[in-house]
């Protein structure tokens, strides 16, 4: 007949430790806290590393803001430019088709004048409506209407000067044609000014010829 210790049967192992049955020793309630209080936390890193990139995406903003912004106001200022010299053209093709149906030279340049009111021409720049006749294979200016202050401006040049830029239109004697020819003074309306101004140093010219 075997010996038992009194209660043995009963008595369950320790807790964490291998018993009778298999049991597996379980890591002290107490010791698994304090190593998850002494584990290293990754959300500080992630924080700093996200402050970093913001921070950097901000500097590339600030620089790349003023570039769209000298892109944005030069097209706008080209538009505005462009926009006057269509109109130039405009009054240069009706004063010119005016004038070759036999219309006075002078009413030719009122009427100029008067429709180029929209892009105030009167205050801002001229007209001048020139007459070229051909003679002994020459063509000269033989008459002119101007607006006061740009009479010595035309590049068909004065009365009675020959004019060299038509030997290729291939004139014959007799044969007159009218010239207008209209100038403005372009003011810039953005703070691209200065470039506008050094681009265009003499303004805007437009010549029609009929």
Do not use: C
Not at 7 to 12: G, I, L, M, W
Not at 48 to 56: H, K, M
Not at 169 to 189: I, Q, R
């Amino acid at each position: 007949m075997s010996r038992t210790s009194p209660n043995s049967a009963d008595t369950p192992p320790p807790t964490g430790e291998r018993g009778t049955q298999g049991t597996v020793r379980d890591a002290p309630t107490g010791a698994g806290r304090r190593a998850d209080a002494v584990r290293p936390s990754s959300r500080p890193v992630f924080r700093f590393v996200f402050r970093s990139e913001e921070g950097q995406s901000l500097v590339e903003l600030s620089m790349v803001i003023p570039l769209l912004l000298i892109i944005f106001l030069g097209l706008l200022e080209a538009a505005n430019a462009y926009d006057r010299q269509h109109v130039m053209a405009s009054l240069t093709r009706e004063g010119a088709n005016m004038a070759s149906r036999g219309a006075e030279l002078a009413d030719v340049e009122s009427l100029v004048e008067a429709n180029g009111a929209q892009i105030g021409l009167g205050e801002r720049g001229g007209t001048v409506v020139s007459r070229v006749w051909v003679d002994k294979g020459t063509a000269q200016v033989v008459a002119q209407q101007a607006t006061p202050g740009y009479l010595g401006l035309s590049q068909m040049g004065a009365i009675g000067d020959p004019v060299a830029q038509f030997d290729d239109l291939g004139l014959v004697d007799g044969h007159n044609v009218h010239v207008v020819e209209v100038f403005f003074d372009y003011e810039p309306f953005t703070p691209l000014g200065a470039f506008v101004e050094a681009a265009v140093p003499e303004g805007l010219y437009s010549r029609a010829v009929f």
